[in-house]
């Protein structure tokens, strides 16, 4: 079973999308599992403050790295003691940052052989750079933007992440048919009924996709 760890402030904003759809009953399935662990739980203060200002200047709270390196051991469940522990073959931890390698359909066939993955969740103007140093450490970090666009956190990014290997999973699918990236497959895509009609105008579907030839149908594909 695939094990995902999210390292996150709002793990009531991840849940409710990995709950639901296709990720959600791979979770019911026990084909995947979902964890979380949250900084504020690791921090040393009283007041549970898991940020604090940049040295250098500039705007905005940075967060703290040990809060997050230790809520990443908890999820790998790494022992402080260099004895023993979990095999970092098995395990990786996945840290975004907006000028990062793209995230691709290779990189999620290649987390897909995980046991373990930890995906670190930024806030505020990012996580103290000496907590991926740490990291590293622990286990494989490999550093990721998703999208072009700069988020508000690190969970919009993870979510994509899940999905993305989730859906690679002997299994969620149904077949391995079903990972359109597998395929030969349009962005266009068509359903019945066959014609559409809208403000007098009618729209019809390709009539290569009603002929049931394969061959011209995957050379339509490619085409489009």
């Known amino acids: ?33 979902v964890a979380y662990q949250n900084p504020r739980d690791f921090v040393d203060n009283k007041w549970g403050k898991v940020d604090e200002r940049p040295y250098g200047g500039g705007p905005g709270m940075v ?13 790998l469940r790494i022992p402080t003691s260099p004895r023993g522990g979990m095999k970092k073959s098995r395990a990786v931890i996945i840290w975004f940052s907006p000028s990062a390698k793209q995230f691709t359909n290779k990189d999620a066939d290649a987390l897909a052989k995980y046991g373990d993955i930890a995906l670190v969740c930024g806030r505020y ?7 991926k140093k740490i990291l590293k450490t622990l286990a494989p970090v490999k550093e990721f933007a998703v999208g072009e ?54 729209y019809q ?3 290569v996709l009603q002929t049931g030839h394969h061959a011209n149908i995957n050379a339509w594909r490619q085409k489009r």
Not at 6 to 29: H, M, N, P, Q, W
Not at 63 to 75: D, F, L
Not at 125 to 131: K, L, N, P, S, V
Not at 156 to 175: I, Q, Y
């Open 1 to 33: 079973m695939m094990r995902f760890h999210l390292i996150t402030l709002f793990e009531d904003e991840c849940d409710a999308y990995l709950s639901a759809s296709i990720v959600g009953r791979a979770r019911k399935e026990k084909k995947i599992s």
């Open 63 to 75: 967060m703290s790295a040990m809060p997050v390196a230790r809520a990443v051991q908890r999820a």
């Open 125 to 131: 103007e990012g996580i103290d750079e000496r907590a």
């Open 149 to 202: 666009a700069v988020y508000t956190g690190g969970e919009v990014p993870a979510l994509a992440v899940v999905d993305a290997v989730t859906r690679r999973l002997p299994g969620v699918l149904g077949k391995d048919a079903s990972v359109e990236e597998r395929r030969i497959a349009s962005r266009a895509v068509y359903t019945r009924p066959e014609t559409i009609e809208y403000k007098k105008k009618k």
């Open 205 to 207: 579907v390709p009539k």
